[in-house]
């Protein structure tokens, strides 16, 4: 397809934080290219990035996840009003859940991160108002993990790459252009015609399957919806406390500064296609998901639902993203099914591939989009939804 525009040498297609990671990554490292950031909106944030609790929690059973989830830290430290290290922690509810703990203490100290056990009285001190202490048996602390702003680092790497000469681009993408030789030479749009690209990312999170539906490897990105809720507003205390998860329920509960907010897994997983956005209409098992998350909740917090929404993120099978170049789309890159917690270090990772540096051969193969291929797809999907319930015992990260 013939164009008048210059073609741009990399077009990041999604603005979320992962697409404006890289929008400004990329543009602080090669200041001679053209580069492009589309998103059928800029404002709002339509995809996961706009409705994400921001928990940040380092460790992982994965080590790519934890190798991830540290880079990523230190470039939110970075930002102004991006990351409040308010710490995390774990209870466990039972002796099972107490040696899993203990697991999960030894091989965080063991990676480097800081970790401590702690009492049950210990952990109600630091966040009275989200834990029955007498229904603790152990607790881990994690001191330094914390919340992540999403729409404010979003926003940061959005001014900062338009800065340094990035163009933003609201349209709809419709589809991968190719050449004649079967190259990416841009990607067609409802609203702005054909754009011209050399190079193309896709860090469209949920929508990313809907623009490869045409190739021979399995790209397994589940769409799922899942319940969070906002509680009343109530006086914000001068430090927040630090999150807290039950990994023994499934249930995670979040001090947002002026109201507590509380999500759970604990439900039988349900696959949603998504639409215009990320946000899913409010399924009725929710209601009784969210009840019995409340359990947890001290009752003289008064916690009750303000506002609840299902919002909509992205489940593989192996629970990692995938990110690197697409098998049979020569120039076309994914950066997919990445959480808030691991935005920044993957946008970095991906950066160094593009520019041909030295990476590091494992998160590379653990995060290849190929190496799903010669499986079956419906059973890749079937293992991917049978990963939702078990997000915290196999390490999964939080949006």
């Known amino acids: 397809m013939q164009s008048t525009q210059e073609p741009a040498d990399i077009a990041v297609i999604g603005a979320g934080i992962v697409g404006s990671a890289l929008a400004y990554y990329l543009s602080n490292n ?57 710490g995390g922690i774990e209870l466990a509810t039972s002796q099972t859940g107490a040696k ?23 952990a109600a001190r630091m966040a009275p108002a989200l834990i029955k202490k007498e229904d603790v048996t152990s607790a881990l602390y994690f001191s330094s993990d914390g919340a992540a702003s999403a ?12 800065a340094r000469g990035v163009e933003c681009i609201e349209a709809d993408i ?23 690209a050399k190079t193309v990312i896709l860090a469209t999170g949920i929508w990313a399957p809907e623009l490869l539906p045409n190739i021979d490897t399995p790209i397994p ?30 249930v995670y509960a979040r001090d947002h500064g002026p109201f507590y907010g509380l999500g759970s897994y604990n439900h039988a997983p349900v696959a949603q296609e998504p639409k215009d956005t990320a946000i899913g209409e409010w399924i009725s098992e929710f209601d009784n998901t969210l009840k019995d998350a409340l359990g947890f909740i001290p009752p003289e917090t008064g ?14 099978p192996d629970n990692l993203p995938l990110v690197g170049e697409v098998p049979g789309l020569e120039g076309v890159y994914l950066a997919a099914a990445v959480w808030v917690t691991h935005a920044a270090g993957t946008a970095r990772f991906l950066c160094d591939v593009l520019e041909g540096k030295e990476v590091d051969g494992e998160i590379k193969r653990g995060l290849d989009p190929g ?23 196999v390490g999964g990260a939080e949006l």
């Open 30 to 86: 090669n200041k001679t290219k053209k580069i492009i950031l589309v998103d059928r909106s800029l404002t709002p944030l339509n995809g996961s990035t706009g409705h994400a609790p921001g928990f940040v929690g380092q460790y992982n059973d994965s080590a790519i996840l934890t190798r991830l989830a540290r880079d990523t830290v230190q470039e939110y430290t970075t930002i102004p009003g991006g990351f409040d290290t308010i």
């Open 100 to 122: 899993r703990l203990q697991r999960r203490y030894d091989s965080a100290r063991a990676a480097g991160l800081p970790a401590e056990l702690i009492s049950p009285e210990e």
């Open 151 to 162: 729409t404010c680092i979003t926003r940061f790497y959005q001014d900062e790459a338009r």
């Open 174 to 196: 419709t589809g991968i252009h190719k050449d004649g030789n079967g190259r990416v030479d841009g990607v067609n749009t409802g609203t702005a015609g054909f754009i011209p």
């Open 221 to 250: 990105i589940v769409p799922v919806a899942h319940p969070y809720m906002y509680g009343p507003y109530h006086d914000q205390k001068k430090v927040p406390s630090p999150w807290i998860r039950w990994p023994d329920h499934h």
């Open 303 to 316: 916690l009750t639902p303000r506002e609840t929404f299902n919002g909509i993120f992205s489940m593989t």
């Open 371 to 393: 190496r799903f291929a010669g499986r079956d797809g419906k059973t890749l999907r079937k293992v991917a939804l049978g990963g939702y319930n078990e997000i915290y015992r």
